[in-house]
């Protein structure tokens, strides 16, 4: 069956530091990949996404490349802020038609200190 | 506003009180889910639904029901809740499987004692 697994956490960082959460998946085909954002006390919301190979999400200074060749989806961020404090959650989907189940890492905390 | 809303947001009860969560979407989307989320353990689906009067299992169905009679509401019914059934529980939509996001409601913390 398709897995993700991402870096454990929580990650602690200084304000301004580069960002990088790990994942990795394992699905068969060309499934879609999403990193989600759960800020505290909130529902999941999407932060970016990438549908086919080489694709590259990108939103709110972050960015993530999706690459079939090591079947991985990196977040990455090059200046953090206070306000990213949150939990990132990788998922992926697969591509064929009809209802197709979402799989979900099991979250990487950030904390960002100023 | 599109949103995914889900009541109660907070709920202690006692074991064996039969309970339900509410879900309503206003996206007129067609896919619903039911998650629970637990320390460690990521997100786990434990119901979903393709349509109207089409549901079925997640990775975690047992001791949850859940019914899908109107598009717009999805609820969660726990009959005889047990204190394993603590946890955080989130409903989603989303257009289709595939590229399409989830749109995930704000949360229900429920407690079981």
């Known amino acids: 069956g398709n897995s993700v697994t991402q870096m454990e956490g929580p990650v602690t960082l200084s304000e301004e530091a580069f960002l990088t959460i790990n994942c990795t998946y394992t699905?068969?085909?060309?499934?879609?990949l999403f990193w989600y954002v759960q800020y505290p006390g909130e529902g999941l919301q999407l932060l970016l996404k990438?549908?086919?190979?080489?694709d590259k999400g990108s939103n709110k200074g972050f960015e993530a490349t999706y690459r079939k060749e090591t079947t991985s989806f990196h977040l990455e961020k090059g200046s953090v802020q206070v306000s990213d404090s949150a939990v990132y959650f990788c998922?992926?989907?697969?591509?064929?038609?009809?209802?197709?189940?979402?799989?979900f890492g099991t979250g990487t905390k950030l904390q960002v200190i100023p | 506003e599109a949103q995914v809303t889900q009541n109660p947001r907070y709920l202690i009860t006692v074991t064996g009180k039969k309970l339900t969560v509410t879900c309503s979407q206003n996206?007129?989307?067609?896919?619903m889910s039911w998650y629970r989320q637990d320390p460690g353990l990521g997100l786990r689906q434990i119901y979903y639904?393709?349509?109207?009067?089409?549901?079925d299992k997640g990775d975690v169905p047992e001791g949850y029901k859940v019914s899908r009679k109107e598009k717009r509401n999805f609820p969660l019914i726990l009959e005889s809740p047990s204190p394993n059934q603590t946890s955080l529980y989130f409903c989603?939509?989303?257009?289709?499987?595939?590229?399409?996001?989830?749109?995930f409601g704000p949360g229900t913390r429920l407690t079981v004692t």
């Open positions: 989603a939509s989303s257009l289709g499987g595939g590229q399409y996001e989830q749109y």
């Open positions: 699905a068969t085909g060309y499934p879609s």
């Open positions: 990438a549908t086919k190979a080489d």
């Open positions: 998922a992926l989907s697969p591509r064929a038609g009809g209802y197709q189940k979402v799989t």
């Open positions: 996206m007129n989307h067609e896919y």
């Open positions: 639904s393709m349509n109207v009067e089409v549901t």
